[in-house]
């Protein structure tokens, strides 16, 4: 199974990426922008031909997990962290930043003061800030 190539140059230049819209962003040309969802790495092999094989199908939707996507999570929590979990106790989100605001509000009440370890992603200090947290 072939896994990213971290060490491969990938020009996103011209491609729409919003994360290369230097002049936007005012980066100078040797910045290369990590963001959390547009990275300048490939994906591995076996994702895109899981994605091309979607897309052949020609219907494109909403899908609930299958049992391969729980077992999946499962084994990773495992096999990374020597952590057993009922993945069917797991919820789904829209993204990282809603997620951060339900984890936020799931866990503090509005006046509590919330600690962050920057460097972070930026929507982290939103969430708290916006959430009448305390920084």
Do not use: K
Not at 73 to 87: K, M, S
Request: aromatic residues 12%; without cysteine.
């Amino acid at each position: 199974m072939q896994v990213s190539r971290f060490d491969e140059a990938v020009d996103r230049e011209g491609t729409g990426a919003l994360a290369f819209a230097r002049q936007r962003y005012g980066m100078p040309p040797d910045v290369v922008p990590l963001w959390v969802a547009d990275m300048a790495f490939r994906m591995p092999e076996t994702i895109a031909l899981a994605l091309a094989d979607t897309v052949r199908h020609g219907i494109i939707g909403y899908a609930v997990p299958t049992d391969g996507y729980y077992d999946s999570l499962a084994g990773w929590f495992e096999r990374r962290h020597g952590w057993t979990v009922d993945p069917r106790a797991s919820i789904q989100t829209r993204g990282v930043v809603h997620a951060l605001y339900l984890i936020v509000d799931a866990l503090t009440t509005p006046g509590d003061g919330v600690l962050i370890q920057p460097p972070v992603y930026a929507p982290f200090f939103e969430a708290i800030r916006r959430s009448g947290r305390r920084l």
